[in-house]
């Protein structure tokens, strides 16, 4: 498969996926359906979802400069804050295309190495997954039976055994192979490796490591009680239990690193894990468009803000400097 075919079904491959989802969710249920829930729903609490959404996003951009600054590289609150907005709104076309360009941001407007900026969104994203594994261990705790038998079912361990000692076989036979070769491209590989290394291990590096894992809690804690306090938005949700709200919170978690953004896919992964709990549906994967909705169009308008401003912004920076 030639770069450019490999390109296109990158691209295409989630938008179809998203149309199907789009149109299975749709035939599934209804608009006519979901479009009550908007109307009756308590705009207060979404309103403070929002806000508590907005809060993690903006805990992210300040967290980042811990990481940053270990290298040397003190970048500006409002570059780091744009670039995170700027990020959300790319996963929306690519997925994962996002922490490509938040760290191209950086590169162009705060001179940071383009693969140690991007090492330190890795660095970013391990810490982050470490607390959604410390979410999914006690969620596993609290639903013990329910997730046992979901995991019995969903895999075989023999098929995991094998695909496991496949990767590490694969692994070792590659970093031999960029170790040794001396050929331009495994030299190239080594030089961004080298350099995404430093921006994972900026981590270790840390003066202040308890006030990065201070900001990662928060903004943990803020996407819990955004999800928590947009439930109270639907009356037919009022009371659904913590085990609940954690397995429907892990579901839509995923599906939003996985797609473009959740789109289509996440009120569907909402009202099955509701579903679960012998929750309805209509109100279940309604809830799960209404806290999508708004939390997307929070990033559209401030993402597409900052794609506007980023430049006037650094702009009047070198004019400063200058005078």
Known sequence: ?????????????????AVFFGWYTFSKLPIDKIVPYFKSANYSWIALGMLLGL??????????KYLLEPMGYPAKLPNRTMAVFIAYLANFGIPRSGEVLRAAVLTNYEGVPFQKSFGTIIAERMADFLILLSIVGITFLIQFDFIYELLQNAFQPQKLMLMGVFGVVMCVLLILYLRKSQSKIAQKVRHFVLGLLDGILSIFRMEQKWAFIGHTLFIWV???????????????????????????FIAGSFTIAA????????????????????????????????????????IIILGS?????????????KVVKQS
Do not use: C, H
């Not at 109270?232 to 709200?245: I, K, P, Q, R």
């Open 259 to 298: 797609t473009n953004g959740g789109i289509f896919v996440y009120p569907l992964a909402i009202g099955a894990a509701f579903s679960v709990f012998d929750i309805p549906e209509n109100p279940s994967i309604a809830f799960g468009w209404i806290i999508w909705a708004s939390q997307t169009a929070m």
């Open 305 to 317: 803000l900052s794609f506007l401003f980023l430049p006037i912004f650094n702009r009047k920076n």
């Open 1 to 17: 498969m030639s770069p450019k075919t490999k390109k296109v079904v990158r691209i295409a491959l989630p938008l179809l996926l």
């Open 55 to 64: 809060l993690s996003n903006l805990s992210r951009a300040y967290r980042w």
């Open 222 to 248: 803020m996407y819990l009680l955004m999800f928590y306090v947009t439930t109270l938005a639907v009356d037919d949700l009022n009371g659904v239990s913590v085990g609940a709200l954690l397995i429907a």
